[in-house]
């Protein structure tokens, strides 16, 4: 079985600039959501993924997109990256609907942006 | 509304002892409760989860949970600690599973 992967694992920009996350999610897995998680801070929500459309979004400004897939891959689009989007930006999926509603979520490794 | 939280940023353990890391939760429904542990440059793996069933939650590497409902409490035990528990340890709370509210964290230091 397959964990959630996510790339790239580090990257650099400069404020201003626009970046864009990826992430596969688990095998069997439908719904995909998006955290950020500042240095020694919990990890925030940022939104979430279900059948290609966004069905919950945490306090993010617009300038914090995405995107699913038909294979249940997600991109996270931020524009315009300011000082503060520095963090690890965490990818997580589960399985949505049916009996298995517990909304446990299997984590990917992050990508760690630095903004300059 | 939901949230979390985790009392003591920072708990420091010998070797063997007993491991006690305290969350409380707020939240207007019954509500789904989750340990993670983060290991350094890692993402989070679950520990444990509280789905309305048996109130004392076995985890994985010994680790237990047990929800109090009166307390709205949700605390993390192992009765000896060993070095390679030795992370971040964030509790979390869902209501329907589309969004999760994380506390703070606990790092948990292991003393030889």
């Known amino acids: 079985e397959t964990g959630v992967t996510q790339s790239p694992t580090h990257l650099i920009k400069t404020r201003g600039q626009q970046v864009t996350l990826r992430c596969s999610s688990q095998?069997?897995?439908?719904?995909v959501s998006w955290y950020q998680q500042a240095l020694g801070q919990g990890p925030q929500f940022i939104f979430q993924y279900y059948r290609e459309e966004e069905n919950g979004r945490g306090n993010f400004p617009p300038r914090f997109s995405g995107l699913q897939f038909p294979n249940y891959s997600s991109e996270l689009n931020v524009n315009a990256l300011e000082l503060d989007d520095s963090a690890l930006y965490l990818c997580?999926?589960?399985?949505?609907?049916?009996?298995?509603?517990?909304?446990?979520?299997?984590f990917g490794e992050g990508s760690r942006l630095t903004v300059l | 509304a939901q949230s979390v939280t985790q009392l003591g940023s920072h708990v420091s353990v010998s070797e063997g002892a007993l491991v006690l890391l305290r969350c409380n939760y707020s939240?207007?429904?019954?509500?789904?409760l989750f340990w993670y542990v983060q290991y350094p440059n890692q993402g989070l793996q679950l520990l444990l989860k509280y789905t309305s069933a048996a109130t004392l939650v076995k985890g994985i590497n010994g680790f237990e949970a047990e929800f109090k409902k009166s307390e709205t409490s949700f605390h993390l035990t192992k009765p000896s600690a060993h070095m390679s528990d030795a992370a971040e340890y964030f509790c979390a709370v869902s209501d329907t599973g589309n969004q999760c509210y994380f506390g703070t964290g606990t790092s948990l230091t292991v003393i030889p």
């Open positions: 095998s069997g897995h439908n719904t």
């Open positions: 939240s207007s429904v019954p509500p789904y």
């Open positions: 997580a999926s589960r399985v949505s609907g049916g009996a298995l509603r517990t909304g446990e979520l299997f």
